[in-house]
């Protein structure tokens, strides 16, 4: 009897397929979906009514998300998984619905996050808030 793989294990063997991203990328993608979807209910309770989330819903998710995460270092834990612009995202995100992890509408595309937004300024700007140690 075959046990049916976990998660992890499908995430491990998806990123050792595709060796441009690192298995924390996808991981992180996931979590930001979920940070992205918990702020959506939110906004459906308050009357929304499309619980779809657009690639750019998507995309300022992950960037506030990571913002959140690792402050001013998220760009560079982001590009140390493989991550430096925004159609990464995309390629993760499509390799996860390659994968049956996640779904897709008919209309989404990877094109949707291409030039979602300039990473350095992006994060950097964030880095560049944070005041000097004295």
């Known amino acids: 009897m075959s046990?049916?793989?976990?998660?992890?294990?499908?995430i491990?063997?998806?990123?050792?397929?595709?060796?441009?991203?690192?298995?924390?990328?996808?991981?992180?993608?996931?979590?930001?979906?979920?940070?992205?979807?918990?702020?959506?209910?939110?906004?459906?309770?308050?009357?929304g009514d499309d619980p779809h989330v657009s690639a750019i819903q998507l995309l300022e998710g992950l960037r506030e998300f990571a913002l959140e995460l690792?402050?001013?270092?998220?760009?560079?834990?982001?590009?140390h998984w493989g991550i430096y612009r925004t159609e990464d995202f995309g390629e993760i995100v499509f390799g996860l619905v390659e994968c049956r992890l996640l779904n897709k509408q008919e209309s989404d595309r990877k094109s949707d996050f291409r030039n979602g937004f300039n990473f350095r300024e992006?994060?950097?700007?964030?880095?560049?808030a944070v005041a000097p140690l004295q």
């Open 70 to 79: 690792y402050g001013p270092l998220a760009r560079l834990v982001l590009e």
């Open 122 to 128: 992006a994060f950097d700007k964030a880095r560049s």
């Open 12 to 47: 491990s063997s998806l990123a050792a397929a595709d060796c441009r991203y690192e298995a924390d990328a996808y991981h992180f993608v996931f979590r930001a979906l979920d940070f992205v979807l918990d702020r959506q209910t939110a906004q459906l309770d308050e009357g």
């Open 3 to 10: 046990q049916t793989p976990t998660l992890d294990e499908r």
